[in-house]
Structure formats: C-alpha cells, structure tokens
C-alpha cells in the first residue's frame, strides 16, 4: 500500500511538473540570465550556467564589401571557457543570443540576437552558413543571395521552437513554409528575387503558427 501512495505521489509531480514546464516564447515569459548548453536548455527557459558575466558587442566587416553586421561573444576568462565547452547561446537577461551549430566556447566565440516570437518559429540573422549541411556540421563558407541583394554575405536563419531544426530562409525553403498560405506565397512568387522582404515573411509565418496553436488549444 505504502508503494502503491508513493508511486501515485511521484505520478501527481511528474504531470505537474510537465503541465507547469515554461517555454522561452511563451507570452509574458521572464527570462533566466544563464548560458545554455543545448537547444533544449533554451526552448524551456532553463540554463545550465548561471550568469556572472558581460554582453560585449562588436561590428564585423565581411564579404568583399566590407558589409557591416552585428555579433556578441561573451566577456569570459579563456580557462573558464574551456571548462565550460560546447554551448548553444546564452540569455543576458534582457535578450537571447545563439549559435546553434554548438561551438566550444572561447572569448572570441561570436552568437547571434535571436529574435522570439510565439509560434513555432523564431529567428535570428547569420552570416556564412553552408546551404545545404547540416547546421551542426557545417564547414565551408559561402555567400547568399539576401533580401539586401546578390552576394550579400548575410541571412534569416529560422529556430523551429518545437524541434530545434534550423531552417535558411531562401527562395527554395521559404516557399515550402509558405504553402499553406495562398496568400503569401502568391506575393512571395509575384515580387522580384532582390526585392522579396524575407524579414516580412518570416514575421509573418511565426505570427500565424501562433494563431493556429491558439486554435488547436481551444
């Protein structure tokens, strides 16, 4: 009898904890300063690491034009890093930044803003990405076609919230997202290549997943 109560107690934590589990794009979530070790630390809001350190943010001129973009490292000691290794990003408290490929983490380990929505889908802009390879193993560098226009060195990059899966927004990628929506894949076809707002689209299918979540829910 004594097993049978304590198993039954263990049941009644475990569902409460999972029906009270906290997701870092959830409406009016307060974020946890901390560094996190994997995607999974980030999707629940939860770092591994307490934060104890500094945001420092740096311009870096790539591609052949001296493009200017925006990245974020860590203000950490070289030892402490490499006890550290291998991250996923950090939360300052006040934003979120990534590197979903997983670097070992060094001073001069560079992340990117990620910008959340509810939804499916958040996303953040990166530079270099291999089309096509695995975002974790990726090797060469390449240069993209942008909404900014050709050879741009620069791209959305879209967090599926749910699975971790890191999509490129390109033409190719882009439309499969849109083709449930008549609406927006037929303006996406109708513009020009160097003048489609991929920004635009990726705001948009993140806010209409989170519609089509609400209604799944009611």
């Known amino acids: 009898m004594k097993n049978f109560t304590l198993l039954l107690v263990l ?28 995607f ?23 591609g052949s034009w001296d493009y200017p973009h925006q990245v974020y490292r860590i203000s950490i000691d070289h030892n402490e890093a490499q006890q550290i290794g291998q991250v996923y990003g950090f939360c300052d408290g006040n934003k979120v930044y990534v590197s979903p490929e997983g670097p070992t983490l060094t001073s001069e380990t560079t992340f990117q803003q990620l910008i959340i929505h509810e939804g499916q889908y958040s ?6 990405w291999n089309i096509g390879t695995p975002i974790h193993n990726h090797q060469s560098k390449v240069m993209w076609r942008t909404s900014r226009g050709r050879g741009m060195p620069s791209t959305y990059h879209l967090i599926d919230m749910f699975a971790g899966n890191v999509i490129c ?50």
């Open 123 to 128: 996303w953040f802009e990166g530079t270099y």
């Open 169 to 218: 927004v390109n033409d190719k990628n882009i439309e499969a997202l849109l083709a449930k929506y008549p609406d927006l894949i037929g303006q996406f076809r109708a513009e020009k290549k160097g003048d489609r707002d991929y920004g635009y689209y990726v705001h948009e299918i993140s806010k209409r997943s989170n519609q089509e979540l609400k209604l799944a829910h009611q």
């Open 40 to 62: 999974e630390e980030l999707k629940t809001n939860s770092p591994s690491i307490a934060w104890k350190y500094e945001t420092v943010e740096k311009t870096e001129k790539v």
């Open 11 to 38: 049941l009644f934590v475990v569902c409460g904890t999972a029906y009270s589990q906290k997701y870092i794009n959830e409406r009016g979530i307060r974020l946890k300063p901390g560094i996190y070790r994997t």
